[in-house]
C-alpha cells in the first residue's frame, strides 16, 4: 500500500471516529439532563491508552480508534440486580427518557451534518477545478478506436454505457465497469462554429497507456480538458520559465491562458506536449480567393529526391535561417518545391516509395480532420 493510501485510510479512520464521538455525546448529554448517572464515555474500543476523571465519568481513549460508546448505569445486564430499581439508571427512567437518550446520538449527527454543510454552502462550498466536471476531451489516445473514428480533444462526451457522465472520474470507472464493450457517447464540437454534432460509438476497452497497472482500461479518453494557465507555484513563488526556452522572451506574464498553438485548440497540457513534437508545420494557404490553415507533414531533406535548382533553393533559405552549422541533409522541410514567390509549383519526390506513400496519406488525414 502507497503512503497516499494509507493516509487515506488514516483520515477516514479519524473522521468516522470523530463522527461517532458526536453521535455518543448526544447520548452523554441526554442522560446527563434526565439524571442518569454516566459511568464511562469511550473514544475507540479496547484496552485505554490514555483516560480521565470528569463530572463522576471515566472518559477514556482507547487503542482500537474504530468506534466509541457510552455507558450508563444500570446498563450491565450481568449485574444481579433489577436494574429498573436502580434509580440514576438507563433502566430506571420512564421509558420515553430512554427513548430520548436513544433518540439524541443519530439526532446530534444529523443536526452537525445540517450545520456543516449550512457552513460549507455560505464560504462557497469546495472549489472544483474545471477537468474534475468539463464534459470536454482533453486528450485521446491517437491509436485508440476513438481516434480513428473522428474524435478529438475539444469533443465532448455525455454518457457511458448509458449512464450520464458526471465528472472526470468516469473516464476511468466507465470503461473499468464495462464488459469490455463501451457505448460512449457525446458531442463532436466543431471549433470554429460551435457547431454540436452527436455520436455514439462501440468500442473495445483496452489498457491506458499511461498507467503502471495494465489492468487499469481506458476508451481512449486519457485526459479531461483543462485550462493552461502560467502562473507562480502553488507556495506564491516565482516560477521562471527554462534559460533558452522559447517562451522566456516571449511577454507571457503570470495569469496567461494558452488557447492555441500550431494552428490547434489547445485543451490539456498532453496535447501540447505531442503538439510540440509532432513532426508537421503550420501553413497559411492562399487558394485563389481562400485562405486557409493547414499543418502538413516535415520531413528529412535527405529522404528527397533533390533537383539541382530546388536544392539550391534549400541552402538558400539555410543561410538565411542561420542553419549553416547542420548538414543540409540533417534539416526538416516539406515535400513541395516552392517558387521564390512560395507558389507550389510540385510535389518533390522520395527517395523511398513506401515513404512517400505514407506522408501522403498523413497530409490527407490532417486536411481531412482541420
Known sequence: MSLESMLYVIFAILGLSFLIFIHELGHYFMARRLGMRVETFSIGFGKPIYSWEKDGAKWQIGWLLFGGYVKISGMDTSDERDLYEVKDGFFGKKPIDRIKVSFMGPFVNIVFALIAFTVLWLVGGRE?????????????????????????????????????????????????????????????????????????YKVKAYSNPLAIDKDILTSGILQPASYLIYNRLPNGAENPLPEGSPMQESGIRY???????????IYSMLQLSQLMNDEKALLTIK????????????????????????????????????????????????????????????????????????????????????
Open 128 to 200: 472544483k477545478s474545471f477537468n474534475e466536471f468539463t464534459h470536454k476531451i482533453g486528450w485521446i489516445d491517437p491509436k485508440s478506436e476513438l481516434y480513428i473514428k473522428g474524435i478529438r480533444p475539444g469533443d465532448e462526451v455525455t454518457e457511458y454505457n448509458h449512464q450520464p457522465y458526471q465528472g472526470s472520474k468516469d473516464h476511468s470507472t466507465g470503461p473499468m465497469m464495462s464488459d469490455g464493450d463501451l457505448l460512449v457517447k457525446g458531442n463532436q464540437i466543431n471549433f470554429h462554429t460551435l457547431n454540436k454534432t452527436p455520436f455514439a
Open 255 to 265: 495569469g496567461d491562458r494558452i488557447v492555441w498553438a500550431d494552428g490547434v485548440p
Open 287 to 370: 487558394r485563389g480567393q481562400e485562405t486557409f490553415l493547414r499543418r502538413v507533414p516535415r520531413v528529412l531533406v535527405e529522404e528527397l529526391k533533390l533537383d539541382p535548382e530546388f536544392k539550391e533553393e534549400l541552402i538558400d533559405w539555410q543561410f538565411e535561417a542561420e542553419l549553416n552549422g547542420t548538414k543540409i541533409q540533417k534539416l526538416y522541410a516539406i515535400p513541395y518545391n516552392l517558387t521564390n514567390e512560395t507558389v507550389v509549383e510540385a510535389v518533390v519526390k522520395f527517395i523511398d516509395k513506401d515513404k512517400e506513400m505514407i506522408e501522403r496519406y498523413r497530409t490527407l488525414l490532417s486536411v481531412q480532420n482541420e
